[in-house]
């Protein structure tokens, strides 16, 4: 689509108006109009939402509603598309109103030209463009602060946590050396160790996160071991909750990784395909729920699909779903750091995450990780 090339959806329930605005922005020689046409409240609102246009034509009057109406229901849902309203009569106050609700112009039917409204359309795109920037700009801020304010507490944690453990693991150490052929002492002891080093692990992710670092605990890990762990962790509340549980390909794959961290990646996106069902069951959608695992390997990388039937993630949620502090939880049901630690650890170890859904319909997170040499 080149710079003069544009795409525009029309909500006016008076098909005249609507070819009087098709002809005259056929008369505009130095752009091409694209033109959805819809008709309807109800079916301009749906088009706004699930199609992606560079600008809006908004007629005041809609049947029983007025284009305010659809202005106030769509004002705060992230819709990028600028909107401009007419109406067939200048009035004041609706001009006003216009502006408080984001309407990005007013124009009075019968009273702009081609050329006008031309320009009505380049400037009100020019405008959200740079609304857009801005707000992407204030979102690098904020997400430093949010970065800055994570490396404080996991600082915090090292300091507190680090001295305490690092005394537990030389106790052990010293118990495993003294008691060595107690068998059963030894086991117990080593087991200590092991999931101290995992704490230790953990907040040392959690620095590297906060300093946007790879991690240097990234190596070699066993897909199916990290899967099975977190499964065992799992099932019983998929089975409690009549969740199916569907595993494709739990082929043996060696991913860069760090074994705990990723067990906690996974475990947090089952659990949230699990809420995300159970929401969905509040809704009236009680049978037929399932959890999807899919695991596809190429010679470079190795995907690892989640796939719920849940309540799904609404379109204008999907920007920030991976930013901290964002969740669509209840308060205390949620703190919105799961998927953005889990965003932050596995792109420490060169991957990424990606996620696809539509309300009601369900999500599905992909988890793209470089293979290793076992």
Avoid at 241 to 254: A, C, F
Wanted: one cysteine or more; a negative charge.
């Amino acid at each position: 689509m080149t710079a003069f090339d544009f795409n525009v959806l029309i909500i006016d329930d008076d098909e005249d108006d609507f070819v009087t605005i098709r002809d005259l922005l056929a008369d505009n020689l130095r752009s091409r109009y694209h033109l959805t046409w819809k008709s309807s409240y109800k079916d301009g609102l749906e088009a706004l939402q699930r199609q992606k246009f560079d600008v809006c034509l908004l007629d005041f009057r809609l049947g029983a509603e007025t284009g305010l109406d659809l202005l106030r229901e769509t004002h705060g849902q992230n819709l990028s598309c600028p909107i401009i309203l007419l109406t067939g009569q200048g009035d004041f106050d609706i001009d006003v109103a216009a502006m408080q609700t984001g309407a990005a112009d007013y124009l009075i039917k019968g009273q702009f030209t081609a050329p006008l409204l031309d320009r009505s359309i380049r400037y009100a795109m020019k405008h959200a463009l740079d609304k857009e920037e801005l707000r992407a700009n204030r979102a690098q801020i904020l997400q430093q602060d949010r970065l800055a304010s994570l490396g404080l507490l996991a600082s915090s944690l090292a300091h507190e946590i680090g001295t305490p453990m690092g005394i537990i693991r030389s106790r052990a150490e010293m118990v495993v050396k003294r008691f060595g052929d107690n068998s059963a002492l030894k086991d117990n002891m080593t087991s200590i160790i092991f999931q101290i080093d995992k704490v230790t692990k953990l907040v040392q992710s959690l620095l590297n996160i906060a300093r946007e670092k790879r991690s240097d605990y990234s190596g070699a890990v066993d897909l199916k071991v990290v899967i099975d762990d977190v499964l065992s962790l799992v099932q019983h509340e998929l089975n409690r909750k009549n969740i199916d549980l569907e595993l494709k390909n739990s082929d043996s794959l060696q991913v860069k990784a760090e074994e705990g961290p990723l067990g906690q990646v996974l475990l947090n996106l089952l659990v949230n395909a699990i809420h995300a069902i159970e929401e969905a069951k509040k809704r009236g959608r009680t049978e037929g729920h399932k959890i999807a695992i899919t695991v596809a390997a190429t010679l470079k990388t190795v995907d690892i699909s989640i796939e719920d039937t849940g309540v799904g993630i609404a379109a204008n949620n999907l920007p920030q779903i991976f930013k901290p502090f964002f969740t669509t939880k209840e308060i205390g049901q949620g703190t919105g750091l799961g998927l953005a630690t889990s965003y932050k650890l596995i792109q420490s170890w060169g991957g990424t995450i990606s996620v696809s859904s539509e309300a009601q319909t369900g999500a599905k997170f992909t988890v793209h990780l470089l293979t290793a040499k076992g």
